[in-house]
């Protein structure tokens, strides 16, 4: 299997995350606000991808930031 660069870490990660906590997050609040009713996984699915769109480019920008952060708080050996 070929292996992705390491310099595309960042973004990679960035897709990830951003993936799977707006895809987690949307359901959620679909089902807070909606419940589990009759259209549920269309309504789902435009809210990830609509929480998607924005939440990748800001985990792009915020990820680096917030591991500076951790790298200030946590100890080293």
Same mark, same amino acid.
């Given at each position: !299997?070929?292996r992705?660069?390491?310099?595309?870490? /960042?973004?990679?990660?960035?897709?990830? !995350?951003?993936?799977?906590?707006? /895809? !987690? !997050?949307?359901? %959620?609040? /679909? %089902? %807070?606000? /909606?419940g589990?009713?009759? #259209?549920?996984? #269309?309504?789902?699915?435009?809210?990830?991808?609509v929480?998607?769109?924005?939440?990748f480019?800001? %985990?792009s920008?915020?990820?680096? *930031?917030?591991?500076?952060?951790t790298?200030?708080? *946590?100890?080293t050996?």
């Amino acid at each position: !299997m070929a292996r992705i660069k390491r310099r595309y870490y /960042t973004l990679i990660f960035a897709l990830f !995350m951003s993936f799977f906590m707006s /895809t !987690m !997050m949307s359901a %959620v609040i /679909t %089902v %807070v606000n /909606t419940g589990l009713t009759e #259209g549920f996984f #269309g309504r789902w699915l435009h809210a990830g991808l609509v929480a998607w769109v924005i939440a990748f480019p800001l %985990v792009s920008v915020i990820a680096p *930031v917030a591991h500076w952060i951790t790298r200030k708080l *946590v100890e080293t050996e």
